[in-house]
């Protein structure tokens, strides 16, 4: 059902979703690429996003190809009949070797090794990871392939990863990516304008949750 006040002027209307919680979440390390399930919070956002989507219909669903993506958004899926395409560059940003550290100390890592090389830490990479420039890069034929479409469109994936969409989106520097937070089970909903520019309508929203 596409319907809503002023959307008929919107070539593309984009529903974003961060999963829902994990037990790394909660402990505060780092996932990255790891395959880690929600937990019974996550799994309990999870129905909390089926309820507020519900009767809702999508042109296109794509959720990353990790577990806790899909699993937040598989629920809706089946009580909808949609059909949901994984897709890899949806993934997380890789923390490389130190994904299952402490996230904290993976951001002091990041911070001190910015003012070490004099670049800004959207550039850092962790070893045999990537940086937000490098997330940033992977989504840009994603980006492009939004860009040429019309309809609904919702996509599930991953804090991180959905602030480099939204910058990119946006037309914004990857440093700009580090600007965006999204909260576990988390909603933002971005509108294209008749000129082809985006516009975000609601950010980081969990009154559902």
């Given amino acids: 059902m596409t319907v809503g006040i002023g959307r008929k002027l919107s070539r593309m209307h984009i529903t974003l979703v961060r999963h829902g ?23 309990s956002q999870a129905e909390r996003v089926v309820e507020r989507m519900k009767n809702e219909s999508f042109d296109r669903v794509w959720s990353s190809d990790l577990l806790r993506a899909y699993e937040t958004i598989e629920p809706w899926a089946r009580a909808e009949g949609a059909t949901v395409i994984q897709r890899r560059d949806l993934r997380e940003r890789s923390f490389g070797d130190w994904e299952g550290d402490s996230y904290h100390d993976v951001l002091a890592r990041l911070a001190q090794r910015a003012v070490e090389t004099g670049k800004h830490e959207s550039e850092i990479r962790p070893p045999n990871g990537e940086s937000y420039a490098d997330v940033c890069l992977r989504l840009r034929p994603l980006v492009e392939e ?10 599930v994936s991953h804090g991180g990863t959905l602030g480099c969409l939204m910058a990119s989106l946006f037309r914004a520097d990857h440093s700009t990516a580090m600007s965006f937070r999204f909260r576990n089970g988390a ?16 950010y980081n929203d969990v009154s559902h949750l």
């Fill in 21 to 43: 919680e994990t037990e790394w979440n909660r402990t505060g390390r780092a996932q990255g690429h790891q395959q880690i399930s929600l937990n019974e919070t996550g799994r």
């Fill in 146 to 155: 939004i860009r040429s479409q019309e309809g609904r469109l919702l996509i």
């Fill in 187 to 202: 909603v933002a909903e971005i509108m294209q304008r008749p000129n082809g520019d985006f516009a975000l309508e609601r």
